[in-house]
Nanobody, 126 residues
Framework: QVQPVESGGGSVQAGGSLRLSCVVSGSTVMNYCMGWFRQAPGKEREGVAVIDRYGNADYADSVKGRFTISKDNAMNTLFLQMHSLKSEDTALYYC????????????????????WGQGTQVTVSS
């Protein structure tokens, strides 16, 4: 059973930075398409960034140039480095894994991912 576990969330002022981590047990991030999603209160869960098994990344337009997704295969860990945070980045951030999501053309949709973590809260105050 593949189980992602997120950490690194917290409270930060606008303009600040945070780095989220996601440790995956049960398999290796090297073999999976890995993604970060977020869900703000009253809103749908949305795709933030994705990285495939070869290290190719894609981002939502709202975070391009501010967020960077990466992974450490040896540590079996996925990261999301977030800079220049805005109040609208406030959300519960989820790590997700799937064998095929990166190649389906629909990685931005939660339904594309099979395995999910419990989420870590990011709160940005203005």
């Amino acid at each position: 059973q593949v189980q992602p576990v997120e950490s690194g969330g917290g409270s930060v002022q606008a303009g600040g930075s945070l780095r989220l981590s996601c440790v995956v047990s049960g398999s290796t991030v090297m073999n999976y398409c890995m993604g970060w999603f977020r869900q703000a209160p009253g809103k749908e869960r949305e795709g933030v960034a994705v990285i495939d098994r070869y290290g190719n990344a894609d981002y939502a337009d709202s975070v391009k140039g501010r967020f960077t997704i990466s992974k450490d295969n040896a540590m079996n860990t996925l990261f999301l480095q977030m800079h220049s945070l805005k109040s609208e980045d406030t959300a519960l951030y989820y790590c997700a894994a799937d064998m095929y999501a990166c190649y389906s053309g629909s990685w931005r949709f939660p339904v594309a991912f099979r395995y999910w973590g419990q989420g870590t809260q990011v709160t940005v105050s203005s």
